[in-house]
Nanobody
Framework: DVQLQASGGGLVQAGGSLRLSCETS????????IGWFRQAPGAEREGVLCKRGDGTTYYADSVKGRFTISSDNAKNTVYLQMDSLKPEDTAVYYC???????????????????????WGQGTQVTVSS
């Protein structure tokens, strides 16, 4: 079974940093795309960034230069490093996986949400001003 488990959320002041982790099992990294999404209260779920099985990455404009996706294949874990956090980054963050053969990772990630078959539970990130 494919499983994902996100962790690492918390409360941080504006300008601070957090690193989220997404532990995965049940697949090989090269066979899947990994995406990070977030959902603020009362808002739609939106795409933050993603990494294809071939290593290509895409970032939403709102997080470019501040967020970074990386992975440790030996640990089957994907990381979301968030720097220069802003209050508008406050949301529940989710990691998700999609088969590498579908167009799950690219520009306008939010519109590709339907390709993601497997989801971890969310982790809350709160940025205070």
């Amino acid at each position: 079974d494919v499983q994902l488990q996100a962790s690492g959320g918390g409360l941080v002041q504006a300008g601070g940093s957090l690193r989220l982790s997404c532990e995965t099992s049940g697949f090989r990294f090269g066979d899947i795309d990994i995406g990070w999404f977030r959902q603020a209260p009362g808002a739609e779920r939106e795409g933050v960034l993603c990494k294809r099985g071939d290593g290509t990455t895409y970032y939403a404009d709102s997080v470019k230069g501040r967020f970074t996706i990386s992975s440790d294949n030996a640990k089957n874990t994907v990381y979301l490093q968030m720097d220069s956090l802003k209050p508008e980054d406050t949301a529940v963050y989710y990691c998700a996986a999609a088969p590498a053969l579908v167009p799950a990772c690219g520009d306008n990630l939010t519109s590709r949400l339907r390709w993601y078959n497997w989801w971890g539970q969310g982790t809350q990130v709160t940025v205070s001003s």
